[in-house]
Nanobody
Framework: QVQLVESGGGSVQSGGSLRLSCAAS????????MGWYRQAPGKQREVVAR???????KYADSVKGRFTISRDNAENTVYLQMNSLKPEDTAVYYC?????????????WGQGTQVTVSS
C-alpha cells in the first residue's frame, strides 16, 4: 500500500518559516510528479507547488518568491520550504505523488498537515 507521510506543520507568526516534508513509500513504480496542495476552510484545494522527476518546478502565484519545493528522488521525499509566511497561508497542506507505470498514472495523497500563521 502506498503511503505518503507528511511532517513539519505547525503554528508560526507572520514572517516566520516552516519546512514541510513528505516521504512516499510502498510502490515499486517511479514517481513522476510530486506536489504540495493546500485547503483552507471554505475553500477548494489548490495547488501550491509541483516538481517533476527532472526537478522542474511550478508555483502558485501567491507563493512565488516565498516557497521553494525540492525533492530527493533516492528517498522519494518532497520538501516545501515556506518563508515569509502570511496569515493567508493558513491551511491544511497535502502532499501528492503521481506514479507512472509506463502506461498508467496513479495519484496518491498524504493525510495532510496543518499550517497556521498568526498575524
Amino acid at each position: 500500500q502506498v503511503q505518503l507521510v507528511e511532517s513539519g506543520g505547525g503554528s508560526v507568526q507572520s514572517g516566520g518559516s516552516l519546512r514541510l516534508s513528505c516521504a512516499a513509500s510502498g510502490s515499486r513504480f517511479s514517481i513522476n510528479t510530486m506536489g504540495w496542495y493546500r485547503q483552507a476552510p471554505g475553500k477548494q484545494r489548490e495547488v501550491v507547488a509541483r516538481i517533476t522527476s527532472t526537478h522542474n518546478t511550478k508555483y502558485a502565484d501567491s507563493v512565488k518568491g516565498r516557497f521553494t519545493i525540492s525533492r530527493d528522488n533516492a528517498e522519494n521525499t518532497v520538501y516545501l520550504q515556506m518563508n515569509s509566511l502570511k496569515p493567508e497561508d493558513t491551511a491544511v497542506y497535502y502532499c501528492n505523488s503521481v506514479y507512472s507505470t509506463g502506461s498508467y498514472e496513479l495519484s496518491y495523497w498524504g493525510q495532510g498537515t496543518q499550517v497556521t500563521v498568526s498575524s
